[in-house]
């Protein structure tokens, strides 16, 4: 004998949820692959940043180099696992997307235009982890048919 297992029916809340999750992981992937980038650029080439005299937060560009290096990997594990919308992974997110504001707001006179689009896709980031609520998500890695996301479209002829 073999047991079925039937899924809830894919409402449009929880459709909105799980698109916001994506989008948030996506996102975080990203932020999270440029900062590799970024800290890759300070590490290996001080001089293709702007120096700043009299900056308050004055560092070193090698030591913010290996702080947006830090922050690059975290993100991109972080972005996996919200793909399986576990919840360690919607904090960490959020906290990781924080750290990387702060980040870039310190190093705002390094690299401005940069600083100040990383700064508002952590913005976003950290909007989509908290706005969706836990129970109205579906794993994003769970494989699901066609048949089973959509219902079969009717017309006056009967179904599809």
């Known amino acids: 004998m073999t047991a079925t297992h039937t899924r809830p029916a894919h409402t449009a809340k929880q459709g909105w949820a799980t698109g916001l999750t994506a989008f948030a992981a996506v996102m975080l992937f990203l932020v999270g692959l440029l900062d590799i980038f970024r800290g890759i650029m300070a590490i290996a080439e001080d001089d293709i940043f702007v120096t700043t005299r009299n900056y308050v937060f004055e560092f070193d560009l090698t030591g913010w ?3 947006h290096l830090a922050l690059g990997v975290v993100a991109v594990i972080v ?3 919200l793909l399986q919308t576990a919840t360690w992974a919607r904090v960490s997110g ?7 504001i702060i980040a870039n ?3 705002l ?3 401005p235009v940069w600083s100040v689009v990383m700064i508002a896709l952590s913005g976003f980031i950290i909007w ?8 109205n998500l ?8 066609m048949s089973e996301e959509r219902p079969p479209v009717s017309t006056p002829h009967g179904p599809a």
Request: with cysteine.
């Open 109 to 111: 006179p390094y690299y």
């Open 128 to 135: 989509a982890l908290c706005v969706v609520q836990r129970d």
């Open 105 to 107: 707001f310190l190093s």
């Open 79 to 81: 972005s996996i696992g």
């Open 138 to 145: 579906f794993d994003l890695s769970e494989e699901r048919p």
């Open 65 to 67: 180099g290996w702080v």
């Open 94 to 100: 959020v906290v990781i997307a924080g750290l990387v």
